[in-house]
């Protein structure tokens, strides 16, 4: 990591953070010293393998199953937040669904399902946590996807793109309504990563770095702006080698 940021004392939950990019920025946040909450839906087995390394580094863990593509999975999961750490500095809404195909193959269950986990959970969690912050202080941290600020129709996943983009408004809203609490809002964007479903058959001539991104590259943005008495609220960074530009 170049990034050095001491997170000891803190608890951060991440959505989703039992596999893939959830799991680098779990290791990210407890490498940076802070307690961790690992939410997680099916993986429940790469979640407890997590959190025994997790807990080999000296942090505090807990873990959390829910479904949040429901009020009654977001509710579960406040739940666990306070009989479990009962507090929290640091809230990464990492589910984000990306189902591909074309509109005229989707349906009205679909959409709603990608609504609730992709737009409606994130807003649901900050809002249900804010009692859980301290007095002053905390970060959220929304992952979007490169581009998004001039969005152009992606064809094979438009319903994801509507999520994103409502996201990024959230973000900015949330932003300035938490400003006088100190709590910071932020969204990260990341382009075509490693373990991308849609890679391009040729990434060095389709990504302008030549490269895909690597997951620690998204975990660096994240510890960037988890400064304490950072002045950056309601932006948005592409982790993206030029991806969409
Ligand atoms: N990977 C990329 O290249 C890329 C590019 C741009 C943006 N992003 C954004 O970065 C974030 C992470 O990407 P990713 O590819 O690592 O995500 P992912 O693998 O598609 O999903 C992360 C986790 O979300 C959880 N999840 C899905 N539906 C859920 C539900 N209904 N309730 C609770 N948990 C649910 C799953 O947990 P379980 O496994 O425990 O079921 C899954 O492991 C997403 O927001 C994505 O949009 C990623």
Known sequence: MIIERDLHGRVALVTGGARRLGRELVLALAA????VVIHYRFSGHEAVDLADRVRQQGREVWLASADLGSDSGVTELLRALHAGPGRLDILVNNVGNYPLGPLTDADAAQFRS???TNLIAPDSLIRGSLSLFPERG????????????SSRVQANAVHYQV???GLLLLTRAWAAELAHRGI????????QLENSVDLPADPARAIPLGRPGRLGEVAEVLLFLLGEDSYLTGINIDV??????
């Open 32 to 35: 940076a010293g802070a307690d």
């Open 114 to 116: 990608l609504l609730e």
């Open 138 to 149: 905390g970060h959220v941290i929304n992952l979007g996807y490169a581009g998004l600020e």
């Open 163 to 165: 999520t994103k983009t």
């Open 184 to 191: 910071r809002v932020n969204m990260i964007s990341p382009g």
């Open 240 to 245: 993206a080698g030029g991806w969409r530009v």
